[in-house]
Nanobody, 124 residues
Framework: QVAVEESGGGLAQSGGSLRLSCTAS????????LGWYRQAPGKSRELVAA???????????SVKGRFTITRDNSRGDDENVVTLQMNNLKLEDTAVYYC??????????????WGQGTQVTVSA
């Protein structure tokens, strides 16, 4: 069993920055992938960024060059921290952001452990 808890988010102006953090804890031996999904009103959820245990990263095209995902595995076998640094925010980044922990990036959507979500709102 893996527990996932997000922090950060909030309101930022267009062009500004926000930082999301997520702690995944529990049976982390089965977790290779950590990442962030987002869902905007009226839209389907999408994978924003993901990082594997060995540091391989994946980004959706719209955030490349603006968002950076990092992972801290140094807290021991039972806890990992993943951070999403979001720079040059755009209005279309407004969404609820969810942290997800899973065995692989491919299994995140259907079989991952999801956090409660944190709101990111970008204003003009």
């Amino acid at each position: 069993q893996v527990a996932v808890e997000e922090s950060g988010g909030g309101l930022a102006q267009s062009g500004g920055s926000l930082r999301l953090s997520c702690t995944a804890s529990g049976s982390m031996f089965s977790i290779n992938a950590l990442g962030w999904y987002r869902q905007a009103p009226g839209k389907s959820r999408e994978l924003v960024a993901a990082i594997t245990r060995n540091g391989t990263t994946t980004y959706t095209e719209s955030v490349k060059g603006r968002f950076t995902i990092t992972r801290d595995n140094s807290r021991g076998d039972d806890e990992n921290v993943v951070t999403l640094q979001m720079n040059n925010l755009k209005l279309e980044d407004t969404a609820v952001y969810y942290c997800v922990a899973a065995f692989t990036v491919r299994t995140m959507s259907d079989f991952g452990s999801w956090g409660q979500g944190t709101q990111v709102t970008v204003s003009a």
